[in-house]
């Protein structure tokens, strides 16, 4: 695979049913995070063109909502297939956008068709249901209720940078399926991968209109989307701070948001150290730690947290760093920003007395993994998302003190437990304040078809497929009245 980008395209967005250039006349630039220079360019898309693209969804999406469920499914069968047809292409898109390693773009390219299939299978079986009057005390045996989803008409699906492919078809597919129509703004450094991912399902020959996907400036059609009349749920996945301000700004619409995480792996004295040290090592390190559900601190009792801290530091060193060409775990972060704020977040915990084990290199945006003990509350690395791939390990005297320090976070995304107690096991993970707790394993998101949710400022909420199928429906009832 040539790193080198010879010609550089600039890609068009996908408005009420066609590939055009944005009136705006502008650009943007994507730079690659490992290649560090720009690899294409995409369209700032425009507040009118926004406007006639929720419209032609809207138009769209009566015809489409018309269709049975086998219907709409065959489309997204068709787009499945175009996916894994063109998972080559599409994985190295990815790569050179978001610097994630080549096998592993390929992997998510095809878990994602895997879930748009699954999608359409677990749409067909939302059966609904009717109600007897009279099972009411009183009721009357002359009413009969029939309960059926519905659509809820236009979503705006908003896409992160991390998984530009699979986060993004989460979205949209139960949404086509539950019969609605979509505006899709995928990350602008993720843009390129949501592109080459909308091509493909436009090949399905699905109805003009029903999607459209709008890159551009946050400033210009961000809050604009956020607050258009015509949109009538939005489904978010990115950071808590976003979160924030689109619930703030969105008003009387259904909102599911997938935020940050500061996800703690609780080790217990009696823990299984080769377990907890591959699935700490596979959870917070993979993709540089650009992951919500990466394990971020490392809560271990006083036991074992010096063996605990050298078996890390082990693996830790033979970890591979450099290019996604090469299949690196650890890469370059997405940006220059963001690598300087892991570097402040470890700079700060040092100042303070944390004790550097291994890492503390860089160069530009890569940051090699760092492993950081004695790390202690008033340390900034024990608290905030760092999106990176930094590990602070602090140690704790009790199961009660862990919980405790787990809990103290804004954040309750996921948490790990590891023990070979199952009684201590479920104990801890009733208390922890987390959407999911993983026990003898590393958090992660999946499989797609278990609920994934998030508390506190990790989210609101609950995606998984049937989860998203639910939320981007409603139910409807109609009353039969019986002579």
């Given at each position: 695979m040539a790193s080198n980008?010879?010609?550089?395209?600039?890609?068009?967005?996908?408005?009420?049913?066609?590939?055009?250039?944005?009136?705006?006349?502008?650009?943007?630039?994507?730079?690659?995070?490992?290649?560090r220079e720009t690899i294409g360019y995409v369209q700032a898309v425009t507040q009118d063109e926004v406007d006639q693209a929720i419209q032609a969804a809207h138009e769209a999406q009566k015809s489409w909502a018309l269709l049975s469920l086998s219907e709409r499914g065959a489309y997204l069968e068709r787009w499945a297939d175009e996916l894994e047809k063109n998972d080559k292409e599409i994985a190295t898109a990815i790569m050179q956008e978001v610097g994630k390693g080549?096998?592993?773009?390929?992997?998510?390219?095809?878990?994602?068709?895997?879930?748009?299939?699954?999608?359409?299978?677990?749409?067909?079986h939302l059966h609904g249901e009717s109600l007897r009057g009279d099972g009411f005390p009183g009721g009357s045996q002359k009413k009969l209720g029939i309960v059926e989803r519905v659509?809820?008409?236009?979503?705006?699906?908003?896409?992160?940078?991390?998984?530009?492919?699979?986060?993004?078809?989460?979205?949209?597919?139960?949404?086509?399926?539950?019969?609605?129509?979509?505006?899709?703004?995928?990350?602008?450094?993720?843009?390129?991968?949501?592109?080459?991912m909308v091509e493909a399902l436009s090949r399905t020959g699905l109805p003009k209109g029903i999607i459209s996907l709008t890159t551009g400036r946050g400033?210009?059609?961000?809050?604009?989307?956020?607050?258009?009349?015509?949109?009538?749920?939005?489904?978010?996945?990115?950071?808590?701070?976003?979160?924030?301000?689109?619930?703030?700004?969105s008003a009387m619409i259904p909102l599911v948001l997938e935020l940050g995480g500061k996800d703690p792996a609780i080790v217990c004295e009696d823990a299984d150290l080769d377990v907890a040290v591959k699935s700490i090592m596979n959870g917070a390190f993979s993709y540089s730690g650009q992951r919500c559900t990466a394990i971020k601190r490392v809560l271990v009792n006083e036991k074992v947290a010096d063996e605990l801290v050298s078996r890390l530091k082990a693996e830790v060193?033979?970890?591979?760093?450099?290019?996604?060409?090469?299949?690196?775990?650890?890469?370059?972060?997405?940006?220059?920003?963001?690598?300087?704020?892991?570097?402040?977040?470890?700079?700060?915990?040092?100042?303070?007395?944390?004790?550097?084990?291994?890492?503390?290199?860089?160069?530009?945006?890569?940051?090699?993994?760092?492993?950081?003990?004695?790390?202690?509350?008033?340390?900034?690395?024990?608290?905030?998302?760092?999106?990176?791939?930094v590990l602070p390990v602090i140690h704790?005297?009790?199961?009660?003190?862990?919980i405790a320090l787990a809990n103290k976070s804004e954040f309750g995304l996921q948490a790990s437990v590891f023990t070979q107690d199952i009684d201590?096991?479920?104990?801890?993970?009733?208390?922890?304040?987390?959407?999911?707790?993983?026990?003898?394993?590393?958090?992660?998101?999946?499989?797609?078809?278990?609920?994934?949710?998030?508390?506190?400022?990790?989210?609101?909420?609950?995606?998984?497929?049937?989860?998203?199928?639910?939320?981007m429906s409603r139910q409807k009832v109609t009353v039969m009245n019986l002579k």
């Open positions: 980008v010879s010609e550089l395209t600039t890609y068009n967005a996908f408005l009420a049913g066609e590939w055009k250039k944005s009136s705006s006349g502008e650009t943007i630039a994507i730079k690659s995070p490992y290649l080549y096998n592993d773009a390929r992997k998510e390219v095809v878990r994602t068709a895997d879930l748009i299939r699954y999608t359409v299978q677990e749409a067909l659509p809820l008409g236009v979503v705006l699906a908003i896409a992160p940078f991390n998984y530009p492919v699979n986060l993004s078809a989460s979205k949209i597919a139960p949404a086509l399926m539950a019969g609605n129509g979509v505006i899709f703004k995928p990350a602008t450094q993720g843009s390129i991968s949501g592109i080459k400033s210009v059609i961000g809050d604009y989307l956020v607050e258009h009349k015509g949109i009538n749920m939005i489904s978010f996945t990115g950071g808590s701070s976003t979160g924030r301000h689109l619930s703030q700004q060193e033979k970890l591979t760093v450099g290019s996604p060409e090469d299949d690196s775990t650890i890469v370059p972060l997405i940006d220059d920003k963001a690598a300087d704020f892991v570097q402040g977040l470890i700079d700060d915990a040092l100042d303070k007395n944390a004790t550097l084990v291994t890492g503390n290199k860089r160069e530009d945006n890569l940051l090699y993994p760092t492993l950081l003990d004695n790390v202690t509350e008033e340390m900034k690395v024990a608290w905030i998302e760092p999106f990176g791939p704790v005297q009790s199961d009660d003190e862990a201590r096991a479920l104990d801890v993970a009733r208390q922890v304040e987390a959407g999911t707790v993983q026990i003898n394993g590393r958090t992660e998101r999946g499989p797609d078809h278990f609920p994934f949710l998030g508390v506190k400022a990790s989210g609101m909420g609950v995606q998984g497929i049937h989860n998203s199928l639910i939320s």
